[in-house]
């Protein structure tokens, strides 16, 4: 039997443009570079908190304190729910058409998210999709978050899953980083970055969304 887990941001939600947005918007009241933003940003998708936050002291330790990152940080989620409440995020194309499939078709599924567990179970279910996973690790479960494969090995764990035999579907260069180096099998769908030379190794299959991926699971497994 084969398996498959999901990141959320960026692959069941078209959650990560629109939170860049909503980072952008409130470092406007910083002054801060916009293109270093987005590029300081893109960095942080697939990391926890803790890691984002480090990635942007790093960025912008020279123009803001500690507590000027926090207070960005939690001004761009207000904004965020503001803009996209729990009940109203964007769902990317063929999240619910995979996962019938994968139903279907006895092919179990789990997601593993850097986002805290809380968030995710919430969303998830607030969604409608809540019944379609066996189990959730969130990225608070971890002492070191995507590119690290600990997620992985965890949920791999928590879920009963091989991880030989385990499909992971990732947008993220940090996310396919984890899975890879956890021993699954990564599916990658590019949201903000295109993939590279590294990506293109490490992956087993690129494609352009969901559906794609749904068309090579049928394929292989």
Request: proline content about 4%; glycine content about 6%.
């Amino acid at each position: 039997m084969y398996n498959v887990i999901f990141d959320m941001d960026g692959v069941i939600f078209d959650s990560e443009k629109t939170l860049l947005d909503c980072w952008i918007e409130i470092s406007k009241q910083y002054n801060l570079d916009e293109e270093l933003v987005r590029n300081t940003y893109i960095q942080c998708i697939g990391t926890n908190r803790n890691q984002s936050t480090k990635i942007f002291l790093n960025a912008f330790h020279h123009f803001l304190t500690k507590e000027d990152i926090k207070n960005i940080w939690n001004e761009s989620a207000a904004l965020f729910r503001k803009k996209y409440s729990d009940c109203n995020l964007p769902v990317m194309p063929g999240v619910t058409e995979i996962l019938q499939f994968l139903k279907s078709s006895g092919m179990p599924a789990g997601v593993a998210s850097s986002t805290c567990i809380q968030t995710v179970k919430r969303q998830i279910r607030n969604a409608g999709l809540y019944n379609y996973f066996v189990g959730f690790v969130g990225g608070d479960a971890v002492a070191v978050s995507k590119p690290n494969p600990e997620i992985y090995l965890l949920a791999c764990r928590e879920f009963g899953f091989e991880p030989a035999r385990t499909f992971a579907i990732e947008d993220s260069f940090n996310g396919i980083r984890a899975a890879s180096a956890a021993g699954l099998r990564p599916i990658m769908i590019p949201d903000m970055v295109a993939p590279d030379e590294e990506m293109e190794s490490l992956a087993e299959f690129i494609c352009k969304n969901l559906i794609d991926a749904m068309e090579y699971l049928k394929q292989v497994c």
